[in-house]
């Protein structure tokens, strides 16, 4: 008896919900609000390109998408401007973004007296910074640009800093620079640190990788408070360009709780899919994370992001051969193999889709074998590429891959999250460090990764956000800053394996949607889908590609809510 109870109470329950979601399927036809363009891109397969209206329910989700006909009220009545699905950035940092937006700005410098006259400025403008309470940061700069590693003495020539507790990023974010206020704060005879590098030549003061882990964890971090508004200042910023969702490549446990606390809220107007940050040196089992999903989509947190190397301009990205600039160095792995073997089946076997930072061949290589070791525990009787394709790995960045292991991507489905303005930042010295063969056979794939459904983004702050010029990188593989190619040409740089124009812009839609299993939801205009999108005065199929690099939009929509507008 007490069995045929619970079995009513469940055929209840379950008639419950489905009264439920009839009664929100009504609502949302019968508060639905149309919007109608000069012209819609849904993302939408052939047959749809004469779209030009789509009703978006209380919901916020797309209820109908069709063709008004030309004489009709709807159509004579069209907002001005063209629709799209509102883009995504595969690879970002939300809160380090909002934190740049509030920081120094060391992007473009050559000089050590502009650096040091950008941070003065900052003082200038922040009363109370560089305090043992309140460190000055930065980001941007280069030694590539500077003609040598800085010091802590250089920063300390200028008076007016030489007393601040100062750390500037690197452009990368592999490195710190810091000032002598921080240095006093390390122990005298810091020893060399596995997996990174401290820079003791010209003189102290940088430190790379996992040397830089001592040097942050002294580093007084903001409060809840103060990364609210770096989130809030990142989303409007991010809005203001287009961007509808990202993919958080790196978020810690506590700043994983924050989100769930902010997202859903009236100023988190930004989809995020987070990955959770393993970068802990001693820690022996994975980090205490959940995996969770906000009901209406604004949060996700299904995966995790591991490291295995360094980044390639400060010679860390770990590489199978030495760099052919530096005779005798070949990079620093963050972990060892089998210590990224084990990290990646522990996360694995929790659920986490697994996604490795990789830049050089050798930590690809690695990256490749740890993702194989976790399918095969995972779907032990299945073909792997069977299994990838439920559980989607990552590599993020996959700069450099040995031709053997980019067959064996291609063989299992492994996803490359690549970040196209990554190549035209690195062109002016990526065959410097690796030599016209490698550079040719293994570096900055696109093209020729298509098959294995690439996401695409900018790994903002370290390039610019706007995902305009990421496409526009894409398509001419030249730089959106000059509009030229490697050394000032006119030409692209390794142009074989540029993207078409419709291929970019699904790499910055649907590639997210599918490395991030919301398919179907986000990236396309569509019923059901989210209601996301963004207005442009023309059509991107009718713009000069070199208007892209500047290019501003119009609207910004998501939800079904306005949340920029340029006018």
Known sequence: MAGTAWLYGLAALVGFGSIVTFRESVAGHFFAET????????????????VNCFSVSSTGKFSKVFSASSGSRLAETAHAGYAMPGLWDGHGHLLQYGEFLNSVDLFGSTTM????????????????????QEWIRGIGWDQMALGAMPTADELAADEDLKDLYIMLDRVDVHCVWVSQA?????????????????VRNPGMGVFCDNAAVPVMALWPKPDNKKKAGFVKSAMKQLNQYGLVGMHDAGV????????????????????????????????VCPNPVQQYVEPNGFLSILSVKLFADGALGSWGSAMIDDYADRPGVSGSLLV??????????????????????????????????????????????EPLANCQETYRFRIEHSQIIHEDDQAR?????????????????????????LGKERTDKEAYRMRSLLDIRPVL?????????????????????????TGHGANGSPDGWHTDEALSLDQA?????????????????TGVIQPGAYADWIVLDKPLEGTDIEELRSLKVKETWVAGRKVYSRD
Request: with cysteine.
């Open 336 to 381: 060892n193999a089998s210590e990224l073997t084990y990290r990646a089946v522990s996360w694995a076997t929790r659920g986490f889709q697994v996604n490795i930072h990789a830049i050089g061949d050798l930590a690809n290589r690695y990256a490749i074998d740890a993702q194989t070791s976790a399918l095969r525990l995972l779907c032990p009787c």
């Open 252 to 283: 810690s446990a506590v700043n994983l709780n924050l989100f769930k606390e902010l997202a859903g809220g009236e100023d988190w107007t930004v989809r995020v899919y987070a990955m959770a940050e393993y970068y802990d040196l001693d820690a």
């Open 182 to 198: 921080v240095l006093n704060l390390l122990p005298e005879d810091m020893p060399d640190v596995p997996g990174g590098e401290i």
């Open 113 to 132: 007296d502009e650096i040091r006259g950008r941070v003065r400025k900052y003082v200038d403008e922040h009363p109370g910074a560089g305090t043992a």
């Open 35 to 50: 919007h109608c363009y000069q012209g819609v891109r849904t993302n939408g397969a052939a047959g749809t390109s004469d």
């Open 505 to 521: 812009i699904r790499g910055f839609s649907e590639g997210p949607a599918y490395g991030g299993f919301t398919e179907g939801k």
């Open 409 to 433: 991507m291609h063989a299992i489905g492994i996803i490359p999250s690549i970040q196209p303005t990554h190549a035209t930042s690195d062109m002016a010295y990526a065959e410097k460090r």
């Open 457 to 481: 983004g900018s790994d903002f702050p370290v390039e610019p956000a706007d995902p305009f010029q990421g496409i526009y990188a894409a398509v001419t593989r030249k730089s959106p800053r």
